[in-house]
């Protein structure tokens, strides 16, 4: 039973900038990929970010240039910095970890967070 714990949402203003880190209960060595989704009522679940054990990434197109994902081997965490916030940025985002095939481009979540919570607004 994988277990991970997620931090950093808030409330921030447009052009702002927040961390999201997720932290799991086992080496991130044991999984092909973490990341993130995120999701907004009435919309379609997202995937935001996601890095494999091979350090390939993967964004959400609207996010490139913005959002950037990272991992620290030695502590089990993962990271998304998010610069340059929109209103449009403003959901739940739940990270994950699972499988991933063909360098990144099939991600298959196996477990989720709790979510946290990201409002873009001034």
């Known amino acids: 039973q994988v277990q991970l714990v997620e931090s950093g949402g808030g409330l921030v203003q447009p052009g702002g900038s927040l961390t999201l880190s997720c932290a799991t209960s086992e080496s991130i060595f044991s999984f092909s990929a973490m990341g993130w989704y995120r999701q907004a009522p009435g919309k379609q679940r997202a995937l935001v970010a996601a890095?494999?054990?091979?350090?390939?990434?993967r964004y959400l197109d609207s996010v490139k240039g913005r959002f950037t994902i990272s991992r620290d081997n030695a502590k089990n965490t993962v990271h998304l910095v998010m610069n340059s916030l929109k209103a449009e940025d403003t959901a739940v985002y739940y990270c994950?970890?699972?499988?991933?095939?063909?360098?990144?481009?099939?991600?298959?979540?196996?477990?989720w967070g709790q979510g946290t919570q990201v409002t873009v607004s001034s």
């Open positions: 994950f970890s699972g499988s991933a095939r063909q360098g990144g481009a099939m991600i298959s979540p196996r477990s």
């Open positions: 890095i494999t054990s091979s350090d390939n990434t």
